[in-house]
């Protein structure tokens, strides 16, 4: 077993060998998957992983604009799509200046596993640019956008391929996104998500992915009679899904202590209420300031620089702010410190070294590609009503989202459920996630 593993990462390696985020990623699927394929025959010699892991297709692109000095700009823009066998490719665009072919196919990958566990017929993409949207003024990003799109069109579709947002894009870009599709192609459809709700988009998708991610984390404490009421919880990042999984946590009476952004986390004792959260909304998404500004408006509170918050004390943290954010030893601590639950909002946040420390101590654990699966699900549900020319409301959509992440919970338990009764959710994902898209696979041929 030990010898297939290693066999297969080796070959991966030769191929990659310049794409350490991919490499991680493949081998945290590989040393769960691998094991359970030798053990069912209709797997077995099928090369089915080896086919998963080499995107369907990687596009890179030139993306020239013009900045507000009228200097021309040059980024790289790109799309990995990287598995169709369950449904049109599905998955976010980030623009930020360390966005690479390595990064991009890390997400890509856990993308289509993820998008398979939400049960609805998405296959999985990722892409974006190395484009920096800090210190951009809105006609600098319109313009970026307009060039980014103005090539990215002639692989998307409905019925292709449908990004949506991931860090660096918001509804912002989406909407600049959108227009440039629309006047190319001359048609209104649904070829993004994340859209404004006057022009197509869903209600809950901008909180989908934070919610979805305190969901699932409320479903794991379940499993010990727990809950989220008079826990203290710590968050990293201040953006999309780190806003709405304070909001979430709020609303089930826990009490919040940190949010970060790259320059460093803030902590308060007296725990970021709502308001406090609205100021944070306004500061990151209007004034597009840095978290160092909470602690002028709340002088009560600290800012502590260049760190990440996981040395302060908590019984629940979740990290949403990007991968490898939480390494081994920010593990221990959080682990001497009585944390007894993790769940991940970003993609990849803990190192392999940490999600080995959380399952060593046994505490529960969720990997990205289940709990923070209620954004690309929401997505999946805007697509349903962008087909039905319908709306559901913010209870219905809601609703859905509970209902999906709560069928995440049970698939992880299924295919996670280990003898002593541990559950391990990074075994039960990538299988339950693996299934329903190497069936299709077999079922369509090598294609
Ligand atoms: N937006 C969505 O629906 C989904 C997002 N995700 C993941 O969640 C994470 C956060 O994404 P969003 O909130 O959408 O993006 P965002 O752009 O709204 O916020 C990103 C946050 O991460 C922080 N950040 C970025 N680089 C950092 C660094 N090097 N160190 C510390 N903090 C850093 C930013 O300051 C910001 O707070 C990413 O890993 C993304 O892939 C996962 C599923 C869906
Ligand atoms: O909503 C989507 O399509 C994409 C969300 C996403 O990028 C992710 O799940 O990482």
């Not at 390696?13 to 998957?33: G, M, W, Y």
């Not at 089915?48 to 892991?53: A, E, P």
């Not at 990205?368 to 319908?390: D, I, P």
Request: net charge neutral; hydrophobic share 35%; proline share 3%.
């Amino acid at each position: 077993m030990k010898h297939n593993i290693e066999a297969f990462l080796n070959q991966v390696k030769q191929r990659n060998s310049h794409e350490p985020e991919f490499l991680q990623a493949v081998e945290e699927v590989a040393e769960t998957v691998i094991p359970y394929i030798l053990e069912h025959d209709i797997y077995r010699g099928k090369n089915i992983l080896t086919r998963m892991v080499e995107p369907e297709r990687l596009i890179s692109f030139r993306v020239s604009w013009v900045d507000d000095q009228g200097k021309i700009q040059v980024n790289r823009g790109y799309r990995v799509q990287m598995n169709s066998a369950i449904g049109p490719y599905k998955g976010g665009l980030r623009f930020h200046p360390t966005v690479n072919a390595s990064i991009l196919k890390f997400l890509a990958f856990e993308q289509v596993f993820k998008n398979s566990l939400t049960t609805l017929p998405m296959g999985g993409g990722k892409g974006g640019s190395d484009f920096d949207p800090k210190g951009k003024s809105d006609n600098e990003i319109m313009r970026f956008c307009h060039a980014f799109m103005s090539e990215l069109f002639r692989h998307i579709g409905p019925n292709t391929d449908v990004p949506a947002g991931d860090i660096g894009v918001g509804g912002r870009e989406i909407g600049f996104l959108f227009g440039m599709y629309k006047k190319i192609k001359n048609e209104f459809t649904g070829v993004l998500t994340g859209k404004g709700m006057s022009w197509g988009g869903s209600l809950i998708r901008p909180e989908a992915t934070g919610y979805g991610t305190v969901y699932f984390a409320e479903k794991m404490l379940n499993t010990k009679g727990d809950d989220f009421k008079d826990k203290n919880v710590v968050v990293s990042g201040s953006g999309n899904v780190a806003q709405y999984a304070v909001e979430k946590s709020l609303q089930l009476g826990a009490k919040v202590l940190t949010m970060s952004d790259s320059s460093g986390y803030i902590y308060d004792a007296d725990g970021i209420d709502s308001d406090k959260l609205a100021f944070v909304m306004e500061l990151k998404n209007v004034k597009r300031g840095r978290i160092h500004e909470y602690v002028v408006k709340y002088p009560n509170a600290e800012f502590v620089e260049g760190k990440t918050p996981w040395g302060v004390s908590c019984e629940i943290a979740l990290p949403c702010a990007t991968q490898n954010e939480l390494n081994e030893a920010d593990a221990n601590t959080l682990l001497n410190n009585g944390c007894i639950c993790v769940s991940e909002g970003a993609n990849m946040p803990s190192t392999k070294e940490a999600i080995t420390a959380f399952h060593r101590a046994k505490i529960l654990f969720a990997p990205g590609k289940a709990s923070n699966a209620g954004g690309v699900a929401t997505s999946g549900l805007e697509m349903t009503q962008n087909s039905l020319r319908f709306n559901w409301t913010r209870e219905e959509v809601d609703n859905k989202l509970k209902e999906i992440m709560c069928n995440i919970h049970d698939s992880c338990i299924k295919y996670g459920k280990e003898e002593d009764g541990y559950i391990d959710y990074v075994k039960g994902a990538n299988i339950a996630g693996f299934v329903k898209v190497a069936d299709a696979m077999l079922a369509q041929g090598v294609v």
